[in-house]
């Protein structure tokens, strides 16, 4: 199973770009990356995934190396509510096909004032 | 209803009593998960269903922790003989057949004293 390693904390101002690294060096080529975030006593959200191309929702942007073994999630304009635990993750798909998610430390954000 | 839904809330269990938990998914979702989260610490994956198949059980740490989906839609996850290192939160994730991302419940903090 490919492993996701994230640095631990990260400061963001209110209203700057929050940009959360993730090194995926052993990912396989059909694995997906995939982004959640937990804010306190709230479980996991799904925030964006991606293959090999760049992707763009409403809540975020996710940039994929080229050579896919590392990527940045990308919060454009943060505000304290984004303060939270964020999870990269890479996919697993096991025999039985069941998608399972491997979570990590995460790194823990905090948007300041 | 609009969410996965799980109850209670929080449980505060004596060593040795049996607890049960309930996860109420998304309707219609096919797929259902359970996870266990140490404070501090990233979820980790228990058992999941599809439908009322479980498909993969191979996170559940012993044999006092069962569950179940009789009838493919609520799942109940039952721990017998509850120990001081069952305290965790446990969270509940349901997503339709296919799906890339998961919508967890809030969880469960389950308190064995």
């Known amino acids: 199973d490919a492993k996701t390693t994230q640095p631990t904390s990260m400061d963001c101002a209110e209203g700057r770009a929050a940009n959360l690294p993730c090194n995926h060096s052993?990912?396989?080529?059909?694995?997906?990356v995939y982004w959640y975030r937990q804010i306190h006593s709230q479980g996991p959200q799904y925030i964006i995934h991606?293959?090999?191309n760049n992707e763009t929702n409403e809540m975020a942007s996710l940039i994929i190396t080229e050579d896919r073994k590392s990527s940045t999630l990308i919060l454009p304009h943060a505000t304290l509510r984004d303060t939270a635990v964020y999870y990269c993750?890479?996919?697993?798909?096991?025999?039985?096909?069941?998608?399972?998610?491997?979570f990590g430390q995460g790194t823990t954000l905090q948007v300041k004032p | 209803g609009a969410g996965v839904s799980q109850s209670p809330r929080y449980k505060v269990a004596k060593r040795g009593q049996d607890v049960a938990l309930r996860c109420d998914p998304i309707?219609?979702?096919?797929?259902l998960f359970w996870y266990q989260q140490a404070l501090g610490q990233g979820p980790e994956f228990l058992t999941y269903?599809?439908?009322?198949?479980?498909?993969?059980k191979s996170g559940l740490p012993s044999d006092r922790f069962f569950a179940e989906r009789p009838e493919g839609s609520v799942s109940t996850l039952k721990i017998q003989r509850t120990q001081q290192e069952d305290s965790a939160v446990y969270l509940c994730?349901?997503?339709?057949?296919?799906?890339?991302?998961?919508?967890f419940g809030s969880g469960t903090r389950l308190t064995v004293v």
């Open positions: 991606g293959l090999k």
């Open positions: 994730a349901s997503s339709p057949v296919g799906a890339r991302g998961y919508t």
């Open positions: 269903f599809q439908n009322e198949a479980q498909l993969d």
């Open positions: 993750i890479v996919r697993v798909d096991g025999s039985s096909n069941t998608g399972k998610l491997i």
């Open positions: 309707s219609g979702h096919v797929s």
């Open positions: 052993t990912i396989s080529g059909n694995e997906y």
